[in-house]
């Protein structure tokens, strides 16, 4: 049976990967809506400067 000093290592690897997914999966919903409000914030603005139509290529 391992000791507590040789499962620790074990404890903080399974630690580190558990935060490591939970970061990238706030981060892709974190994004998910920013790219809601950045549309809303592009429409806004064309809307208050006549620009209706216009687009980047």
Do not use: C, N
């Not at 404890?11 to 997914?21: P, T």
């Not at 950045?38 to 687009?55: F, H, P, S």
């Amino acid at each position: 049976m391992p000791t507590a000093s040789h499962s620790r290592p074990m404890l903080v690897a399974a630690r580190d990967a558990f935060l490591e997914v939970w970061r990238e999966d706030l981060v892709y919903t974190a994004r998910r809506w920013q790219i809601r409000r950045r549309m809303k914030e592009r429409r806004l603005l064309r809307e208050q400067t006549g620009r209706r139509g216009v687009r980047r290529g």
